[in-house]
C-alpha cells in the first residue's frame, strides 16, 4: 500500500518531526492543527484561533483527498473547557450534517503558552 505524506503550502511549518497530513489507502489523518497562520500570527481569541485552525485543518484533509462529510473522528484539545460553546458553531457549519465521533478535552497547555486551541482529524474516502 502506497502511503502518501503531504505538506500542504501555505500552512504554518510543522513544529517537529512530522507532515500536515498522511494518506493511506482510504485512511486519512490529519496533524494536530493549531489557531497560528504560517506567517505566526496567533489572535488572543480563542474562537479566532479555532477559525484558523479548521481553515488549515481543511487544507490538510483536502490535499490528501479529503471532505468534510469524510471525516471519522475529530478531537479538539482546548486550554479551557468553558469555551467550548464559542467554538461549536464553526465546528458545526463546517461538519453540516455530518456528525464524526469526537473528543474534545482541557489540556494543561499547548506548544506554545499563546495557543488556546488544536484540532486533529481521521477520516476515511473510496479509493
Known amino acids: ?7 500542504v503550502e501555505g500552512q504554518m511549518a510543522p513544529v517537529s518531526h512530522y507532515c500536515h497530513s498522511v494518506r ?3 485512511l486519512i489523518w490529519v496533524s494536530g492543527i493549531v489557531g497560528m497562520t504560517a ?3 496567533i489572535p488572543e481569541n480563542t474562537v479566532e484561533q479555532f477559525d484558523i485552525a479548521l481553515d488549515a485543518m481543511d487544507a490538510c ?3 490528501a483527498g ?5 471525516v471519522t473522528k475529530v478531537q479538539v484539545f ?11 458553531p464553526a465546528r458545526e457549519a463546517y461538519f453540516r450534517e455530518h456528525r ?4 474534545l478535552v482541557e489540556v494543561s497547555a499547548l506548544v506554545d503558552p499563546r495557543m488556546k486551541v488544536e484540532i486533529e482529524c481521521m477520516g476515511i474516502v473510496a479509493t
Open 1 to 7: 500500500m502506497e502511503i502518501q505524506r503531504h505538506m
Open 66 to 70: 479529503g471532505t468534510p462529510d469524510t
Open 78 to 88: 482546548l486550554t479551557d473547557i468553558s469555551e467550548r460553546a464559542l467554538i461549536n
Open 24 to 26: 493511506a489507502g482510504e
Open 39 to 41: 506567517d505566526g500570527f
Open 100 to 103: 464524526p465521533a469526537s473528543t
Open 61 to 63: 484533509l483536502c490535499a
